[in-house]
């Protein structure tokens, strides 16, 4: 039988992950494809989906192309809206740890599991007196009788080489080092690796020690080339230090997780992508006081040497390329069930079937800069009411006048002249649209709340007829918060071409106080909003607070609606936007117990305003606050969760990192112009559609 004939896509000509990648699958596949060039391939095997992407569509014509999942699929998929393109070329998706299953699944995008693979001929235990060893630590003058912590994970990217790359974490890793060195244990830090210059600077201002195994550029001078490793290398360092410390928020395979376990270097991480899969549960945190904890325990007795070769076991096991290539010749041997892409260059008259103004815009769009709104006219479909009103009212104005200033015409439930209608829920004249949208050609991007229900505890109807209206006109779904997302499919809707967009607050309205005041001296001011008294709004919580805290240590104020009554708290009615945002930048510590919220929008504009958070553990709170806060479950704890923070204010505060109106704002035009340049947007093509639509009613 002839083996099938592959394609390798994806390299990044930087010797780096995805080039390492390419060599270690071809090297796994050896004896079962053929690797040749795409013209002549049956089949494109793809590093990540945006090589798929980058292909001419006609080379992909009656080829199966499957791709690997690099990050977390609902974060960093269904949050870029450019993957919509790349769904229907693609018939499976390679999942390397048992969370992108579950996400797969969820999605019901067909997928299947596949390990990373590493090279343990290059990542292996050397032993601290190896040659290699010793020779670094003297050429880099490392001290010798000092507890390494080792870290090689790029803090910034290429397009601004100042702030730090939030999703790897380096602020986080930045104060983990600092609060050990403040408690007088004997760290040193080894760092290495390309575009590091944030956590230099940042460790210098801790005054952190610390080593960098590189070359210094000019400020602005990519140093990728100067300061990427050969894998070998790296393999001596993990030789060298005594911890490696991976500190992404989120990620889908960090390459020192497996690295740092092949080469027998204890490991602790954030519980991101493979991690919970390889690492012992004790090598896990989720905030910096647990990372700080874990180390020093290590420091002072070794508790972290027992998983030393656990790990190095299950690397063995999983990952080896002698590992891995039966799980591959499996699915080779079951591909025929993945549909080969279909596709067809589309001829002028299907375009202008849709409408001539449509194929003006769409032709327009096409031949423009990807993150320009010039010329685009939007229209916005709600309600508006004059503030102080509901979050979705705030956060639909403030959208609008984000994408004004990217050049974006935007209009108030218009129909005529329009390139792509924006609905918000149903909070608008439902019928007027319906009417037109039945005559005329629309994209309409539709973002939903909820589920309503959950968090109002009624209204199961609204709910009902938003997916109806999701069903029937909806080009693409916004979902605010992957909470949301996972509700919305397990109580069995199925909104049209998901994507992923956090909310995010007015920056001219709410943001940090010039100079953020330290609360020495002076009682701790905490303080919560809210537009609506319902009692999932969490009274019960605020009430508890106002009976159990230390009012000599602390003053609260709550902003808003509330059907309480509290002998301590300070309530403050609810007040226009500008004067909520000076509100919130008077006080230090943001308090939210509202219950099966999707993306509180008062909890946005709180740590916009630099508050970090106490939050109840529910809904989309913990995706917003991050390591920038202390969850707690309920009354029982909430007041723990308080003198938590209060301990240690500074650090929280530092970790405040909520998404920005201009990266939403950004994300919103990525869409859009995603909806009026797809081949994509036929509901039929897509996989989390319903089998059949209930028109609106």
């Known amino acids: 039988m002839n083996r099938p004939r592959v394609f390798l896509a994806g ?7 995805f080039d390492e990648n390419i060599r270690l699958t071809a090297l796994a596949l050896d004896g079962i494809v053929d690797v040749v060039p795409v013209e002549e391939c049956d089949v494109v095997h793809a590093m990540w989906w945006r090589a798929v992407t980058a292909l001419p569509r006609h080379l992909l014509h009656g080829k199966r192309v499957i791709t690997y999942t690099n990050d977390d699929p609902y974060l960093r998929i269904l949050g870029d809206a450019e993957h919509l393109a790349a769904r229907p070329l693609i018939g499976l998706w390679l999942a390397r740890n048992r969370r992108e299953v579950e996400e797969y699944r969820t999605l019901g995008m067909r997928c299947a599991f596949v390990p990373r693979i ?50 790897k974490g380096p602020d986080i890793f930045a104060q983990v080092v600092h609060h050990l060195h403040r408690r007088g244990l004997p760290i040193h830090v080894v760092l290495a690796g390309p575009r590091r210059r944030w956590i230099r600077r940042r460790l210098e201002a801790l005054g952190v020690p610390y080593t960098y195994l590189g070359h210094t550029l000019a400020d602005g001078e990519d140093d990728i080339r100067a300061n990427t490793l050969p894998r070998p290398e790296l ?19 960090p390459a020192a997780v497996t690295e740092s376990a092949a080469a027998g270097c204890r490991i602790i991480s954030t519980p991101v992508g493979i991690a919970p899969d390889l690492l012992e549960p004790v090598c896990l945190y989720r905030s910096v006081d647990e990372a700080v904890a874990l180390v020093a325990r290590d420091i002072e007795a070794g508790a972290l040497a027992p998983t030393v070769a656990v790990h190095r076991a299950r690397v063995n096991a999983r990952h080896a390329i002698a590992a891995v290539a039966p799980v591959l010749k499996d699915l080779y041997a079951e591909l025929d069930i993945v549909p080969a892409v279909t596709w067809e260059p589309r001829p002028a008259e299907r375009l202008r079937a849709h409408g001539s103004r449509l194929a003006r815009a769409a032709r327009r769009v096409l031949g423009m800069p990807r993150r320009t709104g010039a010329g685009l006219v939007v229209s916005i479909w709600n309600v508006f009411y004059p503030a102080p009103y509901g979050g979705a009212n705030q956060f639909m104005r403030a959208l609008g006048h984000a994408l004004e200033a990217h050049g974006v015409r935007v209009v108030e439930n218009a129909v005529h002249g329009v390139d792509v209608h924006l609905l918000q829920g149903d909070g608008f004249n439902l019928d007027r649209f319906l009417r037109h949208f039945r005559r005329l050609p629309m994209r309409v991007i539709h973002r939903l709340d909820g589920p309503v229900h959950l968090y109002r505890g009624f209204d199961r109807d609204k709910d009902e007829r938003v997916f109806r209206l999701n069903a029937e006109c909806a080009t693409a779904s916004v979902m605010q918060s992957v909470w949301s997302l996972e509700q919305t499919v397990a109580m069995g809707y199925r909104p049209v071409n998901p994507v992923l967009i956090y909310n995010a607050a007015d920056p001219v309205l709410f943001h940090p106080a010039p100079a953020l005041e330290a609360p020495h001296g002076r009682r701790l001011r905490l303080v919560s909003s809210a537009w609506s008294d319902n009692p999932r709004k969490g009274g019960s919580v605020y009430r508890h607070l106002d009976e159990a ?38 006080h230090d510590v943001f308090i939210t117990a509202s219950q099966n919220d999707p993306c509180s929008n008062a909890l946005v504009e709180a740590l916009t305003s630099g508050l970090p958070a106490v939050y109840r553990r529910d809904g989309g709170h913990p995706e917003l606050v991050g390591y920038g806060g202390v969850p707690f479950e309920d009354e029982h704890d909430v007041v723990d969760a308080v003198e938590r923070l209060a301990a240690d204010l500074e650090t929280y505060r530092s970790l405040v990192t909520p998404p920005t109106m201009r990266e939403v704002a950004m994300q919103y035009l990525t869409l859009i112009h995603e909806v009026l340049r797809g081949e994509w947007t036929g509901r039929a ?7 059949a639509a209930e028109p609106v009613r």
């Not at 993990?238 to 991976?246: A, C, F, I």
């Not at 093509?685 to 089998?691: C, K, S, T, Y």
């Open 549 to 586: 805290l230390d009012f000599s240590r602390f003053e609260y104020t709550f902003v808003g609606r509330t059907s309480e009554r509290f002998r301590n708290v300070r309530v403050v009615p609810p007040l226009p936007t500008a004067e909520l945002g000076a509100e919130l930048r008077t």
């Open 235 to 253: 393999n001596v360092l993990y030789n060298l230090v005594d911890l490696s410390v991976v500190s992404s928020r989120d990620e889908g395979h």
């Open 685 to 691: 093509a897509l996989d989390l559609v319903a089998d």
């Open 118 to 167: 590493i090279d343990l001929d290059v990542f292996r235990p050397l032993g601290r007196d190896a040659a290699a060893v010793r020779e670094v630590r003297t050429r880099w003058g490392i001290p010798d009788g000092r507890y390494l912590i080792g870290n090689c994970q790029r803090d910034t990217l290429l397009e601004d080489l100042t702030s730090p790359k939030l999703k």
């Open 11 to 17: 390299p990044d000509r930087h010797n780096w992950a």
